[in-house]
């Protein structure tokens, strides 16, 4: 961390709502790591980025890569919605509630690619991937082996 | 841990609704919100000076202070939807002298976002859910859960459970059946189970009649204390016992579960404080913004364990009246719920247990009610519960 500026951050996002609570896991986008904070004292992983540590009321809370690695949680297709680019409601869009394999329960909300619509399943693992959206890039989730 | 000293004491005493609507509609969410305010006042016999509390979803309190010519008001404030938050203020201002009598208002009104006739209508520009003005535009990803939500735990019902559509449609079918005998509901055309099944899909696995209907319209009641209620015109309408419920994991991707979430919270409070359980009631109204609350909630009440709401709602199924009727006896949402009298987030609910119990809901009328059961909300942050009581 640290490359890409505050300027920078905000002007390759600039329709995103960054704040000094999440900057770090927008910052992560651009470099194409998916960083998460998790508490330096407890160990405790949460999302979406808050400063204080929801498990020990700790303040040293620090943003930290995550493997990637996961398996589809919650599961719905999507038949309509505002348009974003490279959404296609017709085929229709996946959208995956992943639960990261960091702690249970530690979830982001994501799509799934390079997956036929039939093969996409509850409880299938995956692993992280980007996409470009809006200019910048997008993280998203293709599948694994087990 | 679960104290309920305002048990009975504050009552329902006026309501005044303006209807529902999705189709054009020239009117102001103020203009529907006072004409619900006015007729609430009046049908408790009340006028201006009466009313000295204000509490309400949409406009702010201040404007319909203004709007009705209060001269003397002693409490106010705009509380979230669903309806229980403000009903929590509202009695609990009058239980602690805050105020004597409360007005609670509640209007919806159509975002150009999720109505073509609103689309249509230039007065409507820049409008956002409810009718307030729409927050500044950001970039649009369509992963990120709202009221997707549902939806998303519904997958994970199916994949829990691997029940059959028709769980959800009967509690579609049911709403349906309750709004063609209302006047006041916004869809009066009855459904079959062929329809349900063949709706278009929208959110999958939920489709087009799995979901409330986005409608203009205005809800109102008068609030005072038990003991005032006694002269007043109506059967008074006591409330037994309210809460609100919510986990620390409530957002919508994060809740721990379908067996841990805000309804588990509000029924365990519930539970405690009320001497009203589900045996005893005549009349239920569990939250139907979407219908896998509905079976969130009819399994999580405890009608029966999870993931048999399908089993329960085919035993309890009213096949020549097309509704659910469970043990022969007790039926749910008279008045066709959010699902088809509108998207009122709660407030009809509560205006047909009114209705109910003080034995005015004409051809829906569930004979001699006396105790009704409402667990407004989903699962996430807005989850709650409400036994409102007559003599």
């Known amino acids: 961390m640290g490359a890409i500026t505050d300027q920078e951050l905000l002007a390759r996002l600039p329709d995103t709502l960054i704040d000094h609570d999440n900057k770090e896991f927008y910052r992560g986008w651009l470099e194409r790591r998916l960083v998460l904070n998790r508490c330096a004292d407890c160990g405790f992983w949460h999302h979406a980025p808050r400063a204080w540590c929801p498990q020990c009321w700790s303040h040293n809370v620090v943003p930290t890569e995550v493997s990637g690695r996961g398996t589809v949680h919650l599961l719905i297709f999507l038949h309509q919605g505002p348009p974003a680019p490279g959404v296609d409601y017709s085929t229709p869009h996946p959208v995956a509630t992943i639960e990261l394999a960091e702690q249970e329960g530690l979830r982001i909300q994501s799509t799934i690619v390079n997956c036929a619509r039939d093969d996409m399943r509850i409880g299938m693992p995956v692993k992280l991937t980007w996409v470009e959206r809006y200019g910048a890039p997008y993280p998203v989730f293709e599948p694994a082996e087990a | ?391």
């Open chain 2, 1 to 391: 841990m679960f104290r309920n000293p305002i048990k009975d004491k504050i009552a329902f005493v006026g309501v005044g609704s303006t209807g529902f609507f999705r189709d054009a509609n020239a009117r102001t969410r103020n203009d529907m919100a006072i004409e619900a305010s006015i007729k609430a006042i009046r049908d408790a016999g009340l006028g201006q000076a009466d009313i000295d509390g204000v509490v309400g979803t949409a406009p702010a309190a201040r404007e319909i202070v203004e709007a009705l010519g209060l001269p003397k008001v002693t409490h106010f404030s705009n509380q979230p939807m669903p309806l229980v938050f403000g009903v929590v203020d509202a009695m609990n201002a009058v239980f602690s002298g805050a105020a004597e009598t409360v007005l609670m208002y509640h209007a919806l009104y159509r975002a150009p976002a999720i109505s073509r006739s609103a689309a249509n209508d230039p007065f409507r520009r820049g409008l956002g859910f409810g009718g307030s003005p729409a927050p500044a535009p950001t970039r649009h990803d369509p992963e990120v859960l709202g009221a997707e939500g549902y939806a998303a735990w519904m997958s994970r019902y199916f994949h829990e459970f691997n029940a059959p559509r028709e769980v959800l449609g009967m509690i579609a079918v049911n709403e349906r059946s309750g709004a063609v005998k209302n006047p006041l509901a916004a869809m009066r055309e009855p459904i079959t189970m062929d329809d349900y099944l063949s709706a278009r899909m929208v959110r999958e696995p939920l489709c087009l009649l799995d979901m409330d209907v986005p409608v203009d319209g205005a809800d109102a009641f008068v609030i005072t204390t038990a003991e005032r209620a006694k002269d007043m015109p109506h059967k008074p309408v006591l409330i037994h016992a309210a809460t609100n419920g919510i986990t620390a994991r409530n957002k919508e991707e994060n809740l721990d579960g379908l067996r841990h979430h805000g309804q588990h919270v509000v029924l365990e409070a519930l539970r405690a404080k009320s001497d009203i359980w589900i045996p005893d009631i005549d009349v239920y109204f569990p939250y139907d913004g979407f219908t896998p609350i509905t079976l969130q909630w009819i399994e999580n009440t405890g009608w029966c364990k999870p993931g048999e709401g399908y089993d329960f709602l085919k035993d309890n199924w009213d096949e020549a009246n097309q509704r659910i009727m469970i043990d022969g006896r007790i039926p749910m949402n008279t008045h066709g719920g959010n699902h088809s009298e509108g998207g009122t987030q709660g407030s009809g609910h509560i205006r047909e247990a009114i209705t109910q119990l003080r034995g005015d809901a004409g051809e829906r009328q569930v004979a001699g009610a006396k105790n009704a059961f409402l667990t407004p909300g989903g699962m996430f942050f807005n989850a709650q519960g409400l036994v409102l009581r007559t003599d």
